[in-house]
């Protein structure tokens, strides 16, 4: 149990990353419409954000540096103040999806609206972050996520024709009504759904707020190894789900009721209130993760002291940069804008911001001064080379691609 | 004078002709022996180190002041060397190659040989972040960049 708890941190990073507000309502939108013809770009993601999260779990185990302290170390004041503003606008985005999609999970449970339960949501978030320590905060949020496993029970529910989803799947076959340009456009947006560089400082945040040592690096592994898997298995499950109900029935996804709408059908309302906590779950971790990292890359960046082992007061700034965040969220979903709609947006430039975070990364592991013998090796050197290139195709092809196809509709 | 008046500061040589622009500034640190486990070895950092930076909780030799060695002149003003400059590492392939090809032709040179540091006239002096010229003096030498 003790070993599975020192999972925690992995779990939460990814059920909080891979299967927050923004990839449930991407995975469910691509299900409907595609069937499982991009569950690979799912894969993709998965390896990719397994390598490059245990990459800077690993820089942060052995030099005790988080991932943007060494962005900006590595890419001066410039490039990584670039890095910077995208990191963090897009930190806003997910983080206003965030408190928006708990907001709605907590309307579908209570039917009461969604504008009531935003200040709410915020206020609670604010409240752990301000005074939950962090281990507390990682175990429960990490494995009331797990609770989203309910879209797996209901794929099995529904009984579908296993034999036709993985035709969908290999060799990928979009449908023929769908246009070329929304297939690509959408592969891009689930790679950045599930390769969102707030993981990545999160997680090597995470690794210094549990003072993980070189001796840790096996936690590592097996953080990385247990949650990200799990999270692209629970994407491909409601992607499924949606494929098998949403894509016959021609329904579009474009609420989060119809996102648990297969689940309903499966199981009933005993699977959809589990869902329905899982969802709040999910996206109340994630809100934390943004949050938080949205504090941290600030804090990184300008050499603030940063960090929930410190008390609030010891850093001030810290817990300022996260308030200020939980407000703007909180108003700009108070405009009534569609939390559904900001995610999209939001995965989308994740895309675009993917290359400067994840080539600092690759340069310092490489780096015998920082990492002593615990270097990459030739095998995850050449693997990561093989995704730099993955990574800065999806950069340069998300802004074209979603001007060509209006946002993939 | 802060580091970032230098940076991308023009270089002449002592005849005048244009050497490039000044890309970083290397500085030697003085190591200082510390008990074993450097500082803060043993502290809880919950406890006594709260105010003390992350950097004293890494395995890393103490340092103590800092002196000026001397500018790195880039013809071609090629930014950072992205830590390539300390090792000889290649890999990731192909990050090192391309660092180092832009930074062919880096040299060092010491800061004694920095003859005067004065007001750019090419450059606007109404502007804020107006960058001063730097002139060499005769003799001065091109020293290697790397430290590998």
Known sequence: MKKLLAAALGILTAIGGFVDIGDLVTNAVVGSRFGMSLAWVVVLGVVGIVLFASMSGRVAAVSGRATFEIIRERLGPRAAGANLLASFAINLLTLTAEVGGIALALHLASSVEPRLWIPVAALAVWLVLWRVKFQVMENVAGLMGLLLVGFAIALFQLGPDWGELLRQAVPPSPPGTEHPASYWYYAVALFGAAMTPYEVFFFSSGAVEERWTAKDLGTNRLNVLLGFPLGGLLSLAIAACAAVVLLPAGIEVSSLSQIVLPVAQAGGVLLLAVVVLGIVAATFGAALETALSSGYTLAQYLGWSWGKFRRPARAARFHLTMIVALLLAAGILMTSVDPVAVTEMSVVFSAVALPLTYVPILVVANDPGYMGEHVNGRVVNALGTVYLVIVVVAAVAAIPLMIATGAGS | ?148
């Open chain 2, 1 to 148: 004078m802060n580091v970032g008046d230098l940076l991308d500061a023009r270089v002449l040589g002592p005849d005048g002709a244009a050497l490039g622009v000044v890309v970083d500034v290397r500085l030697a640190l003085e190591v200082v022996d510390e008990p074993e486990g450097g500082p803060g070895a043993g502290e809880d950092r919950e406890e006594a180190g709260h105010d003390a930076p992350l950097s004293a909780h890494a395995r890393r030799d103490a340092v103590g002041g800092a002196r000026l060695v001397g500018l790195l002149v880039g013809p071609r003003g090629a930014g950072s060397f992205h830590g390539y400059e300390r090792t000889d590492v290649r890999s990731p392939w192909p990050i090192p190659q391309l660092v180092r090809r832009r930074h062919r032709g880096t040299f060092l040179v010491r800061w004694e040989d920095v003859a005067s540091v004065e007001a750019d006239p090419a450059a606007d002096p109404s502007a804020d972040d107006a960058k001063p010229r730097l002139r060499l003096a005769p003799g001065y030498d091109e020293l290697p960049a790397g430290l590998g």
